[in-house]
């Protein structure tokens, strides 16, 4: 699966760069290009939760990990925050802007907009930061998986845990799983607004 992300995501820029036109029959590509990657988006998002209520567990896997669910989400986030203030230690960055960074949690589109308000620099790192976290989970799940184990999956991506990456996580790992990874997912993505103005204004 791993191999099928990698080719993919490689095709996808091979094309991006060297064939696909700016404009084809008076039309810009990129807006139908984006809509053709949420509607992508939403159509996997229907067939993760028709598989979900196929299996039939959801509802019983809610209630049999209740608030444990929490742990991941909350852990990951202190995790990224702890290692972005080390980062800052032996990095040409001040402590509150590589905990702006670190508190985008893979939103590349908020995250960025927030900081750049402040810093166009460190808006930019933030950027590329949570664009990486994205691309590299996308790559790593399905190794995460076979050699650590399923939960761990759900925090490699961030905020993207509930949207872009959950059917990665659903392929690689089994349906209960799931459940962790959105929860993860919505957790992040709130945190996201409320963390990133607090530590880019330190």
């Given at each position: 699966m791993?191999r099928q992300?990698l080719?993919s ?5 091979i094309?991006?760069?060297f064939?696909?036109?700016e404009?084809?029959?008076?039309i810009?590509?990129?807006?139908v ?15 993760v939760?028709?598989?979900?209520g ?7 896997s809610?209630?049999?990990v ?6 991941i989400?909350?852990?990951s ?6 290692m ?15 905990l702006?960074?670190?508190?985008g ?16 620099y460190i ?21 995460v ?9 759900a ?8 949207d872009t990456?959950l059917p990665i996580v659903?392929r690689a790992?089994?349906?209960d ?20 103005p607090?530590f880019?204004?330190?």
């Amino acid at each position: 699966m791993t191999r099928q992300i990698l080719l993919s995501v490689a095709a996808g820029i091979i094309c991006g760069y060297f064939f696909m036109p700016e404009t084809a029959f008076g039309i810009e590509v990129s807006p139908v290009l984006s809509k053709a990657v949420s509607a992508g988006l939403c159509l996997m998002l229907l067939l993760v939760g028709i598989d979900m209520g196929y299996e039939g567990t959801i509802v019983s896997s809610i209630r049999q990990v209740g608030l444990r669910v929490l742990l991941i989400p909350f852990t990951s986030a202190a995790g990224a925050l702890v290692m972005a203030f080390a980062a800052s230690l032996i990095l040409p960055i001040a402590a509150g802007e590589a905990l702006a960074v670190a508190s985008g949690f893979g939103w590349y589109t908020l995250a960025p907009a927030i900081i750049m308000e402040k810093s166009e620099y460190i808006g930019t790192v933030s950027f590329m930061h949570n664009v990486m976290r994205e691309l590299l989970g996308i790559v790593f799940i399905p190794m995460v998986a076979k050699k650590m184990g399923y939960v761990e999956c759900a925090s490699l991506p961030g905020a993207a845990a509930m949207d872009t990456c959950l059917p990665i996580v659903e392929r690689a790992t089994s349906s209960d799983t799931v459940v962790y990874s959105f929860v993860t997912g919505v957790i992040l993505s709130i945190l996201v607004p409320l963390l990133v103005p607090v530590f880019i204004s330190l």
